[in-house]
């Protein structure tokens, strides 16, 4: 799989750099010191660096075409010749000051401009069941620990806390960008039903299966995210909450705050008799919330003190690469222990929670993370 990389590639150009000398008295001799060895230094004519004359063309050396030959004279005839690069690599051994050879003129540093520090991404995700696409108003085969027919009902989630894992294991935040009606800095939403079929009751035309922001520029092989709300914003009035805290079939009021995932697959066929076919529902949230008072809880207002069971999963996926990889949602992984031959419905508690718990990572009994999850998985 390839790998997903941010780099910057600096280019410096060092211009060609020609010293002369001209003099109307001798100037005394100065040896240049040579990172390749004191010998290496290009000779002078002794009978010209002994004269004394005031012409200037004649003053202490024999003054070679430096554009031609890539010499440098010194001052006093004492000639080096010079190699820019290895001067360069060599010039704290050879007391040679690099910021000379920036090519300007008042042998200065020319400053290059910054590297980007950051890159957009866009995360891709992908709704199946099993290894079929999810869509609304298809049925699928044996699904279910009773392996029975089901067609979706619904099948949204919000996400936030999203890291990615560079190289070396650290984990990197993603800043979201506002893009509505899917996304605010601190939670986006996820849309995979259509509102056909099944999905009619209270499902919604607009789809959305990416979330978008940025990152720091680096090298990623990993993911991590969680299904929640944050918990500053969770338990607002939906009705005057950005989108996309506004969906009422993603809240539970005010009071109870919001679903993190809304997920149901319904049997197609009835068990026996007259029983209407099964349902497997999952709405996870936060649990234990209340504002309770002698006159008993308020729904239209948020809880008086913080809820008792968060139930925020947190998803570690490996071998990610953002540029190509997509994340898998799976619907019939979720429901695999579930019998959808019956009414199993997990509202946040009661007996069909646990193995729904346990596929999106969570611990039934108290909410906690559970180091290994079967809902996602990378393609």
């Known amino acids: 799989m ?16 020609a010293f002369a000398a001209c003099s109307d008295e001798q100037l005394p001799v100065t040896a240049v010191p040579d990172a390749a060895g004191p010998d290496a230094r290009a000779s002078t004519d002794a009978t010209t660096t002994d004269a004394t004359t005031t012409d200037a063309t004649t003053t202490d050396a024999t003054i070679s075409d430096a554009s031609s030959m890539g010499e440098t004279i010194g001052e006093g005839g004492d000639a080096k010749l010079l190699d ?8 704290a051994d050879a007391g040679v ?23 957009s991404v866009t995360l891709r995700f992908k709704a199946k069941v099993g290894n079929a696409d999810f869509a609304c108003g298809t049925t699928y085969p044996d699904q279910g620990s009773t392996a029975v027919r089901a067609e979706a009902r619904d099948f949204r989630m919000y996400v936030s806390n999203i890291f990615l894992v560079d190289n070396t294991g650290n984990k990197v935040p993603v800043t979201l960008e506002t893009r509505s009606p899917w996304q605010i800095p601190g939670v986006a939403l996820l849309d995979f039903e259509d509102g056909t079929g099944a999905c009619a009751a209270e499902g919604t035309p607009e789809m959305n299966d990416t979330i978008t922001g940025t990152v720091p520029a680096g090298d990623y092989r990993g993911i991590v995210f969680s299904n929640l709300v944050p918990d500053s914003i969770s338990h607002g009035d939906p009705l005057t909450a ?20 809304k997920a149901e697959l319904a049997a197609v066929d009835p068990p026996t008799g007259d029983a209407a076919p099964g349902l497997g529902l999952l709405h996870l949230g936060s649990t234990g919330c209340t504002n309770a008072t002698d006159g008993g809880e308020d729904f239209n207002a948020p809880p008086s003190v913080a ?28 429901f695999i222990d579930t019998d959808l031959s019956q009414d199993n419905q997990c509202h946040s508690e009661g007996p069909a929670c646990p193995s729904l718990f346990s596929a999106l990572g969570l611990r039934y009994a108290n909410g906690a993370v559970l180091p290994s999850q079967t809902a996602y998985r990378v393609q």
Not at 2 to 17: E, L, Q, Y
Request: aromatic share 10%.
């Open 84 to 91: 820019v690069a290895s001067t360069l690599d060599s010039s």
């Open 242 to 261: 950005p989108a996309p805290l506004q969906l009422g079939a993603m809240t539970w009021g005010w009071l109870y705050g919001f679903k993190f995932v």
């Open 97 to 119: 000051d690099a910021a000379a050879f920036d090519g300007s003129d008042g042998g200065t540093d020319t400053a290059l401009p910054d590297a980007p520090t950051t890159r």
């Open 2 to 17: 390839r790998r997903f990389r941010f780099s910057t590639v600096a280019t410096v150009a060092i211009g060609t750099i």
């Open 307 to 334: 809820c008792t069971t968060l139930n925020r999963n947190e998803i570690h996926l490996t071998g990610f690469d953002p540029a190509t990889s997509v994340i898998i949602a799976d619907i019939g992984a979720l």
